[in-house]
């Protein structure tokens, strides 16, 4: 029974799904209360996980199941990113009239398989996460099914990750063939870098774990998705999956795999290298201001990737450093993209911005500061966490990463500074609508201020970050 | 020993080869047939080793239900149709041939599995697996299945709950302008509720509330 009160979280969670469904199947006209509810019950899942104290390190369900500084500060990221998406997403969908009680419940069913991947110490437990969470994104990501754009999304995420699911499976076996377990840690003791079978294994793994993460060179599907689906799922899709993703990559190379780095080392190099450059350079061209970010997510993917080919626990606190800088940044890049309403339509080309700051200087201005920070320029808090990645990078001399990030960090600044340059020097247009909602505001402004001040107390994300030790 | 390594050697091979006819055979209908073939032949295996359970259960899932659903929809899809005038023939009678040969194999198949139940306690014993062979397998999954995996099996059912949701949000449309009927209210319906008696002024007319 003790035992239960670890997982309290994801008990709750489940529930709270459940008393939705049935709250919004038998009251009509129900959608408003149970987004409310929705917000809710998942932050008290926050407080829950908060309470059972981050410094925990125990394994239940005959060790298949974790629960430590990793898993919890991880699904508080997690939980919060899906609050804030449920709650300036509103307007949203109700303009596309998609303001149904199923949308939050998705939400909430993908959070809860987010949270069993993050703990999961286990091949199947792993797996059957995954599977909640993606099963959910694929309902969401054509969820507004009168519109073509949004089904052929859906179709599409749904065939490809099909089929990365089912090479991450072939993967998951061979590594139970060779080790005998699905367990991690009894992997991890199991296996040794003699066994150039296990090698397979361990690269299908890092493949379907590469496609849902959107890393290049399995990234194809990610501009489609993102273009297509509704803007409060591409902000969904940019932000929550990353941080369980992530998750699962570190546990995944530095737990069961720890013992065979070398072979995995190149991989990781591999794939971060390709990110961030293909990230920076195919972003270059683009239009449409979804698309640009999908690409512009594959970069920074890239980035947080490269912090955890050292092998090192300060690579591993930085990437998980950069990812939450991450999150606060799109939170403020997707809060101005909801906010380019007129009329009640949605703008989002960049030829949409042209001029933005005759009209609308604070808009503008908080814009600037966070392109400036996505593309790495001090002293925003997207330089500190390039900057914390790069340190981790060269401090285990691997120069050539980090060559090619800086170089990147360049190419990649280009298109961040076009945009710019379309909202304050290009002709103006039209005035949007300014009736937004407070959550907007709120999400824009507090994301803002994050990234402007966060150089007045920058030890203090790395000293809660720094309480993670995997190795 | 030997006899293990011909049963295993015979079951593969049937099915890495249907596998493969799967995909690279040019009418649906026919990947079909030896997609039933390619489960047919790995619940053979499964029976083999000793897991009759599972191998049942294969059957009684991929073939019985899934395969077969997959057969009636793409004859409903009426794909090989489309697919036979692009290549050679027209006729749907071409279905039959290869419909024989993977039925006599599976018949085959099943004559070496209930023939050789028999010998099965020496086939187990030759293997390197070990396990105890005083509880079915039916238990020995029912002792597991809801003690140390009871999280996977719970969450098994969560998966199931958002397919379910998720097939009602992309299919379910709700539709205007339709004539319900609530039998409570039409049984419950009085007289003084429909029918209202007017005396109608001459040339003045009615005037209707609807």
């Known amino acids: 029974m003790n035992n239960l009160n670890y997982i309290l979280p994801e008990i ?13 199947v038998f009251k009509k006209k129900s959608s408003n209360l149970v987004h409310y509810f929705s917000i809710g019950f998942l932050l008290i899942t926050g407080i829950l996980i908060f309470n059972n104290s981050l410094d925990l390190n125990i394994t239940l369900f ?35 009239k998609i303001f149904l009680i199923e949308y939050p419940i998705l939400i909430l069913c993908s959070i809860l398989g987010m949270m069993v991947m993050i703990s999961s110490n286990d091949l199947i437990v792993f797996y059957v996460g995954l599977e909640l969470q993606s099963l ?108 369980a993703a992530l998750t699962i990559f570190i546990r995944f190379l530095y737990v069961p795999f720890i013992n065979v780095i070398d072979q995995w080392q190149t991989i990781i190099v591999f794939l971060s290298i390709a990110s961030m450059i293909f990230g920076a350079v195919a ?20 980035y947080s990737l490269a912090g955890l080919a050292p092998g090192t626990n300060d690579g591993i606190q930085s990437s998980i450093v950069y990812i939450s800088i991450y999150i ?53 808090a997207g330089f500190f966490a390039k ?27 280009f298109y961040y500074l076009k945009i710019i340059k379309v909202i304050y020097f290009d002709e103006e247009k039209e005035k949007y609508d300014t009736d937004h909602s407070l959550w907007l505001k709120i999400s824009l402004t507090s994301s803002t201020l994050l990234i402007l001040l966060y150089f007045i107390f920058p030890s203090k994300l790395v000293e809660i970050v720094s309480r993670i030790n995997i190795i | 020993m030997l006899a293990h390594a011909i049963f295993f050697y015979t079951f593969s091979f049937i099915a890495i080869v249907s596998a493969v006819m799967v995909t690279v055979s040019k009418n649906t209908v026919h990947s079909v047939f030896f997609l039933i073939l390619d489960f047919i032949s790995i619940s053979c295996l499964f029976i083999m080793i000793g897991a009759e359970f599972l191998g049942m259960i294969m059957l009684i899932v991929y073939v019985g239900a899934v395969a077969v659903l997959f057969l009636f929809v793409v004859m409903m899809l009426n794909v090989s149709q489309q697919k036979n005038q692009w290549f050679i023939s027209t006729e749907s009678s071409k279905h039959i041939p290869v419909g024989l040969i993977v039925s006599v194999i599976i018949f085959f198949e099943l004559i070496v599995v209930i023939g050789g139940w028999k010998y099965k306690p020496n086939l187990v014993s030759a293997m390197s697996l070990n396990f105890d062979n005083d509880i079915s397998n039916t238990h020995s999954i029912g002792y597991v299945l809801y003690t140390d995996y009871i999280h996977i099996f719970q969450l098994s059912g969560m998966i199931l709950l958002v397919a379910m949701v998720g097939a009602i949000v992309l299919t379910f449309k709700q539709r205007s302008g339709i004539k319900r009927q609530f039998y409570f209210d039409q049984i419950s319906r009085e007289r003084k509720d429909s029918v209202e008696i007017v005396n109608v002024e001459n040339n003045k007319g009615v005037k209707l509330d609807d």
């Open chain 1, 62 to 96: 005959r060790g298949s199941y974790i629960i430590d500084s990793l898993s919890s500060y991880m699904k508080i990221l997690t939980i919060l990113g899906g609050a804030i998406v449920l709650s300036i997403s509103r307007k949203y969908l109700k303009l596309f």
């Open chain 1, 328 to 380: 606060v940044m799109n939170f403020g890049l997707f809060s101005c993209l909801l906010m380019m309403k007129r009329n009640d339509k949605y703008f989002e080309t960049i030829d949409d911005l042209s001029g933005l700051s005759k009209h609308h200087p604070v808009l503008s201005l908080s814009m600037l500061i966070i392109l400036f920070s996505l593309a790495g320029i001090p002293p925003l």
């Open chain 1, 283 to 302: 972003a270059i061209g683009q239009k449409n201001l979804k698309r640009l970010i999908a690409y512009s997510s594959i970069g920074h993917i890239g």
């Open chain 1, 136 to 243: 959910a994104l694929y309902v969401l990501a054509s969820f507004n099914r009168d519109q073509l754009k949004s089904s052929e999304s859906g179709l599409k995420y749904f065939v490809l990750s099909a089929l990365s699911s089912g090479l991450l499976l072939y993967g998951c076996s061979l590594i139970y063939g060779f080790s005998g377990s699905t367990n991690f840690n009894l992997i991890s003791q199991s296996i040794n870098s003699d066994n150039h079978f296990l090698t397979f294994g361990i690269v299908f793994i890092l493949v379907g774990l590469a496609f849902k993460i959107s890393a290049v060179p399995f990234h194809m599907w990610a501009p489609d998705v993102y273009e297509g689906s509704p803007t409060s799922v591409t902000l969904f899709f940019a932000i929550v999956p990353k941080v």
């Open chain 1, 387 to 413: 900057f914390y990645i790069f340190k981790s990078v060269i401090e285990e001399s691997m120069y050539f990463l980090a060559i090619v990030g800086l170089l990147s960090t360049v190419i990649a600044a």
């Open chain 1, 12 to 24: 709750f969670i489940s529930l709270s799904i459940m008393f939705l469904l049935i709250l919004g």
